[in-house]
Nanobody, 124 residues
Framework: QVQLRESGGGLVQAGDSLRLSCLAS????????MAWFRQVPGKEREFLAA????????SYADSAKGRFTISRTNAINTVYLQMNSLNPEDTAVYYC?????????????????WGQGTQVSVSS
């Protein structure tokens, strides 16, 4: 069982940056691929980025390329999402997710564990 807890969300202005963190419980964090998704009311959960257990392989959605960076520090069971040049369309609840294995997946159903989410709001 893995428990995930996101932090770092908040209200920012357009053009600002935020770094989200996701702390995972458990002893085998490096055995999980991790990902970030976001969701707005009435829409499906949107994939943003994924990272392999060792942090070598990464994958980004087109909407995240060039502005968002995923990284992880296995020694402290934490995955990050650095978000730059935020705009109002980035307003959403942001979730981290974990799945066993090395494959990087973009589908929510591929992930075994989810955090409760953290709200990011960007004002114009």
């Amino acid at each position: 069982q893995v428990q995930l807890r996101e932090s770092g969300g908040g209200l920012v202005q357009a053009g600002d940056s935020l770094r989200l963190s996701c702390l995972a419980s458990g002893r085998t964090f490096s055995g999980y691929s991790m990902a970030w998704f976001r969701q707005v009311p009435g829409k499906e959960r949107e994939f943003l980025a994924a990272i392999s257990g060792g942090g070598i392989a990464v994958s980004y959605a087109d909407s995240a390329k060039g502005r968002f960076t995923i990284s992880r520090t296995n020694a402290i069971n934490t995955v990050y999402l650095q978000m730059n040049s935020l705009n109002p369309e980035d307003t959403a609840v942001y979730y981290c997710a974990a799945r066993r294995g090395y494959r990087l997946e973009a589908f929510p159903g591929a992930y075994d564990y989810w955090g409760q989410g953290t709200q990011v709001s960007v004002s114009s």
